[in-house]
């Protein structure tokens, strides 16, 4: 019988074992571990990637968006418009620094819905946070125009589409800022904490890099008041070694994600699309059924782990209870979260393990 994990970082640690271990020792070698050539390089290297000036390297994915938030002096008062059923950590970098998340229904592709967007500006609306769940992309242009159209900034959370791409551009790139998390499971995922803000506007950019490192340019000299949150050489330099194989990665998940599309058929299944003119990264293959949990269950006696993205939306969440929404708010998140399954997907998924698991959702 099959044993087949949601995800297995284990497998993608071990297809790149010798050139991760290499690098790993190099710099614990070099004697140097914090804000290095290593850090500089990633940053370089993942902007040129992305097609984006520039990038700094910070702790974490929370981080990037809390630093972003509060750097482009969003905070009391102002109003966030983002997706309803976002991961609760897009929303913790509005509501750190004082802001209200104004959430907004999602759509079909479970990104923000454009539509949605008009009645819910005020005139204390300051950004639009879209989170491009799953891998998939937002609908960009929209977003973009409406943006403008309000005069709104527009931050991005990448944390889960590294590599994705609307109308062949960079996620990432579109808005004033991208936040990216790289989490040991994001597609591009480090071996612990690690995440980075990339922006093509050089002055917000100088000073990411100086609020990270406790607000100082210059050693000991204190511009700002600012944090610790670095990306570490050694993160710095396994991500280099991970980012050399984004793209290969990412083809493979995208070819299971083309597989599943094609060979599982079953009516009691919504599988996912992906949105015209866009690519997605396939973060997660993320299916739909009102027969969620049976499924879950059924999928679990035959050896194949699932997990839910996500079973409580953020506004639902004790934490955010004092914003005061309740159940029954926004009506399509909330069937989406008793729905959805994300079923597993990874680079080294085997295509015998894809056909069982196949097999098993068709004869559900
Ligand atoms: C993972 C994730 C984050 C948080 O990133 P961390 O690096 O874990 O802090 C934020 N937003 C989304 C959409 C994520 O998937």
Redesign the pocket.
């Known amino acids: 019988m099959y044993k087949i994990q949601q995800n297995c970082l284990k497998k993608e640690f071990e297809k790149y074992q010798q050139e991760f271990e290499k690098k790993a020792l190099e710099v614990l070698n070099s004697g140097c571990y914090i804000l290095g050539d290593e850090v500089l390089n990633f940053e370089k290297e993942f902007a040129d990637f992305l097609s984006v000036r520039y990038c700094v390297g910070v702790a ?4 990037a ?1 809390w630093i972003a938030f509060k750097l482009l002096g969003i905070g009391k008062g102002d109003e966030v418009l983002v997706q309803a059923n ?2 609760f ?2 929303i913790t970098g509005i509501t750190a620094n004082g802001g209200t998340p104004v959430f907004v229904e999602p759509d079909e592709y479970y990104q923000i819905d454009v539509s949605k967007l008009e009645e819910k500006v005020t005139k204390n609306t300051k950004a639009v946070l879209v ?1 491009h ?1 799953y891998g998939h992309t937002a609908k960009m242009d929209d977003i973009l125009s409406f943006c403008k159209k309000h005069n709104l900034y527009l931050i991005e ?1 990448c ?2 589409s590294h590599g994705a791409e609307y109308n062949g551009q960079m996620l990432g790139t579109f808005g004033d800022v991208g936040c990216f ?3 040991p499971s ?1 597609n591009l995922g480090a071996f612990g ?1 690690a ?1 980075a803000i990339v922006t093509n506007n050089q002055q917000l950019a100088q000073n990411f890099k100086i609020f990270r490192n406790y607000g100082s340019e210059k050693r000991y000299h204190h511009k700002i008041i600012g944090t610790n949150s670095r990306l570490d050489e050694l993160q710095a330099g396994l991500l280099r070694v991970r980012l050399k194989h984004l793209n290969e990665i990412n083809t493979q998940r995208c070819s299971i994600a083309a597989r599943y599309n094609k060979e599982i058929h079953n009516d009691k299944l919504i599988l996912p699309k992906e949105r015209p003119c866009s690519k997605s990264v396939w973060h997660q293959y993320v299916i739909r059924s009102d027969k969620r949990n049976e499924l879950m269950e059924y999928l679990s006696r035959g050896g194949i782990d699932t997990l839910i993205h996500y079973p409580i939306p953020p506004y639902l969440s004790e934490a955010y209870s004092y914003l005061g929404h309740k159940s029954g708010d926004y009506p399509i998140t909330e069937k989406y979260s008793s729905e959805v399954l994300s079923i597993p997907i990874y680079s080294e998924l085997t295509n015998d393990e894809q056909s069982y698991i196949i097999k098993l959702l068709n004869e559900f």
């Open positions: 974490s994915g929370s981080d968006l976002a991961y950590a897009s989170v769940l959370d944390a889960q998390s790289f989490y994001k904490d995440g």
